[in-house]
């Protein structure tokens, strides 16, 4: 079963291809890298908490590449898992010098003013779309240099796409540890974000549309649609707070096909088993207590009390 454009919509398409290849041609320097490299910039500073000042006053260096590491932490990553030099990020001069002006100025501007200014809400809704536009550029980019690299390894591609797009959230144990922090258990791996889920499904639907499998769209249309996917739900992140729409089909896959069905029920069968144990048990004490309060009474009355007749028995209770 392929997916193919429908027919209703025909009159559009031509519309939509257009602003499709409009937004793949998207130049993303200066602005668009601006606009990560200021967020992975306050990503850090907001991780620092409110030791953010003076750490970085005492650690400038570990501050500015803990930055740096952020700021192109996908290309580090993509380029250990192709086995390329990791340092080639730093070739480019020009990036270089911007993030470490943003650096500069989001924890040493005069009165915090750049700081604030991010954290405005509209101009960091400003940011986070340009942002998202920047990451799925860089997605598919991914996607397509593994395409070169490797034609027919389905998973090198979906690995290089995801960590070009989710790279900062990957290597985030590695940016803490310059910091001198070893949180281990915030591992991207153990407890992944929808970003990184998001960055997945990109990367197998453009796998996918690569390859011909079961995706027919024009290249264009796919990466229209996937780009007002991560922006609309970036807004639902920031204006809704919508941690992870993911999770409830997560729950229910895991519970159908993860062994959370056949968990449930070996606890169903385990607690009606101890139930039936108790049941047994009480039922065993409350016969043995019968039997003896049977047997005891008998003899109270043999030494106790003499056997009597009726006839006695009304005369005693006369004389009462």
């Known amino acids: ?13 031509e519309i939509l291809i257009g602003a499709g290849y409009s937004a793949q041609r998207l130049k993303m320097y200066p602005y668009f890298d601006a606009a990560h490299y ?24 570990s501050c500015w ?3 740096m590491v952020v700021c192109f932490a996908g290309s580090f990553l993509a380029n250990f898992l192709l086995g390329e030099p990791v340092i080639a ?3 480019k001069q020009e990036d270089i010098l911007l993030a470490t002006l943003i650096w500069y100025l989001v924890f040493y501007s005069p009165f915090d003013l750049v700081y604030k200014l991010a954290k405005f809400m509209p101009i960091k809704i400003i940011l986070s779309i ?15 240099y593994a395409i070169k690299l490797y034609p027919n390894a389905h998973l090198i591609h979906i690995l290089i796409g995801t960590a070009k797009g989710a790279g900062s959230g990957i290597i985030r144990i590695f940016e803490q540890l310059i910091r001198g922090v070893w949180a281990p258990t915030h591992s991207e791996i153990l407890r992944p974000t929808f970003t990184t889920k998001a960055c ?41 707070n919508v941690a992870d729409p993911l ?8 519970a159908v096909f993860m062994g959370g069905i056949w968990d449930a029920l070996t606890r169903a069968v385990v607690a009606s088993q101890e139930r039936r144990n108790v049941g047994g048990v009480n039922k065993l004490e409350s016969n043995g207590t019968s039997t003896t309060t049977t047997t005891a009474i008998p003899n109270t009355t043999t030494t106790t009390q003499p056997s009597t007749s009726p006839q006695v028995e009304n005369n005693i209770k006369k004389d009462q």
């Not at 967020?39 to 850090?44: E, F, G, I």
């Not at 999770?247 to 895991?254: D, G, I, K, S, V």
Request: hydrophobic share 50%; charged share 20%; proline share 5%.
């Open 1 to 13: 079963m392929r997916l193919k454009w429908p027919s209703s919509l025909r009159m559009d398409h």
């Open 38 to 61: 200021i967020l992975m910039v306050l990503a850090v500073r907001d991780d620092l908490g409110p030791n953010c000042t003076a750490f970085s006053r005492r650690h400038p260096l």
């Open 65 to 67: 590449l803990s930055s």
């Open 89 to 91: 990020v730093f070739k």
């Open 130 to 144: 340009m942002k998202e536009c920047q990451r799925v550029y860089k997605i598919n980019h991914g996607v397509l």
């Open 200 to 240: 997945v499904i990109a990367s197998v639907l453009l796998t996918f549309e690569k390859s011909g499998i079961f995706i027919s769209l024009p290249h264009e249309i796919s990466y229209l649609g996937l780009l007002l996917f991560f922006v609309y739900f970036k807004l639902s992140a920031l204006l809704l």
């Open 247 to 254: 999770l409830p089909f997560e729950n229910l896959f895991c």
